[in-house]
Nanobody, 124 residues
Framework: QVQLVESGGGLVQAGGSLRLSCAASDRTFSRYAMGWFRQAPGKEREFAAAISWRGDSTAYADSVKGRFTISKDNAKNTVYLQMNSLKPEDTAVYYC????WGAGQTAGGEYRYWGQGTQVTVSS
């Protein structure tokens, strides 16, 4: 059982930046692909970014490409999501997810473990 705890959310003005962190409890964190998903009020959860278990492959939703960067620090059992040039439409609860030996899939169903989420609010 892997426990994931997100942090770093908050309120930011449009054009600003935030860095989300997701700390994992499993010592074998290096074996997990990690994904970030988000869910805005009244909308379905959507994919934002993912990184393969090796860390050599990343994927991004078109809506965040060029603005968001996912990275993985195996020594700290933590995955990050650096979010720049934030827009009001990025407002959502952001969830991290883990998939053992995964390739960094974009489908939420590929991930077995999920965090509780952290709120990101971007004001215009």
């Amino acid at each position: 059982q892997v426990q994931l705890v997100e942090s770093g959310g908050g309120l930011v003005q449009a054009g600003g930046s935030l860095r989300l962190s997701c700390a994992a409890s499993d010592r074998t964190f290096s074996r997990y692909a990690m994904g970030w998903f988000r869910q805005a009020p009244g909308k379905e959860r959507e994919f934002a970014a993912a990184i393969s278990w090796r860390g050599d492959s990343t994927a991004y939703a078109d809506s965040v490409k060029g603005r968001f960067t996912i990275s993985k620090d195996n020594a700290k059992n933590t995955v990050y999501l650096q979010m720049n040039s934030l827009k009001p439409e990025d407002t959502a609860v952001y969830y991290c997810a883990a998939d053992r030996w995964g390739a960094g899939q974009t489908a939420g169903g590929e991930y077995r473990y999920w965090g509780q989420g952290t709120q990101v609010t971007v004001s215009s």
